[in-house]
């Protein structure tokens, strides 16, 4: 299926789904863990939680936090069939959108995202890696 939102965007393996969504999870565990009281998540291809970037754009991104009713992280899990450099117009979009975005990838595709990134000049706060 191709994504609604960025028609580049890499369609992910059905067999790499389960991966993604338990990392989500995870993820938004750790994120509360951290003291984050708002942690908010878009498993899946569900569109249950959006960001308001500008008044025409809105965005589902993967994992995000709330605070004082604004959006101050973004954070995208990618997996290995989705670290691709159609990925990057999503990843401009949510950079853009709030003070700090977080890209999270597979350990093995660490140094191809911070290719697409340095290539793209999209700032991301930080690259988080999971094995997978």
């Not at 992910?12 to 942690?39: C, K, N, Y």
């Not at 308001?52 to 990618?78: A, G, H, L, M, S």
């Not at 999270?104 to 991301?124: D, G, M």
């Amino acid at each position: 299926m191709i994504h609604p939102d960025y028609p580049d965007h890499p369609v992910r393996r059905a067999a790499e789904q389960s991966t993604h969504d338990r990392v989500i999870a995870t993820l938004a565990q750790h994120i509360q863990q951290e003291g984050f009281r708002d942690v908010r998540t878009n498993p899946g291809q569900q569109k249950n939680n959006p960001v308001f970037c500008n008044k025409q754009k809105r965005i589902w991104p993967d994992v995000f936090t709330v605070e004082n009713r604004r959006v101050t992280r973004i954070y995208e899990v990618e997996t290995t069939s989705t670290v691709d450099t159609g990925s990057a117009d999503q990843w401009e979009d949510y950079a853009r959108c709030v003070p700090h975005f977080y890209l999270v990838v597979p350990e093995s595709k660490q140094k191809e995202a911070e290719r697409i990134l340095q290539a793209r000049s999209i700032p991301c706060k930080r690259i988080y890696t999971y094995k997978g």
